[in-house]
């Protein structure tokens, strides 16, 4: 019987493994050190330029089905600006704060990445 540490979307998991035939494969070795999670990979940060106003992100990655609001419209805290879909789901990425999309920085078709902004709402 062997011992493994597997990770599994940043969690840890000890399995014992038997071979099949009983044999064992090699000394059984001092288990390595649990290592830390590795962190999240920085969002994409938006040029500083970029856009004015309260940034709109995306909570998951996914690709922009369709597009909902545009540059100009008016919103209130909680309307749908655009929808991603991923694995199969609709998913409305909403704006933060009342106030008129001043930009959209995503076209329909575009793939994202979780934490991306893809909006601004001044």
Do not use: F, H
Not at 9 to 28: C, F, L, M, T
Not at 33 to 50: C, F, G, N, Q, Y
Not at 91 to 98: E, G, L, R, T
Request: charged share 20%.
């Amino acid at each position: 019987m062997e011992t493994y540490i597997v990770r599994i979307n940043g969690n840890e998991y000890e399995v014992e493994i038997e071979r099949k035939d009983g044999a064992s494969s090699a000394p059984a070795a001092a288990p390595a050190p649990a290592a830390k999670p590795a962190a999240a990979p920085a969002a994409k940060a938006a040029p500083a330029a970029a856009g004015s106003g309260e940034a709109v992100i995306c909570g998951t990655a996914g690709k922009v089905w369709k597009i909902v609001a545009s540059e100009g419209d008016q919103v209130s805290t909680g309307d749908t600006i655009l929808i991603l879909e991923a694995m199969k789901m609709e998913i409305p990425v909403v704006a933060p704060v009342d106030g008129t999309v001043s930009q959209i920085i995503v076209s329909e078709g575009d793939s994202t990445e979780s934490g991306q902004t893809v909006a601004y709402v001044s």
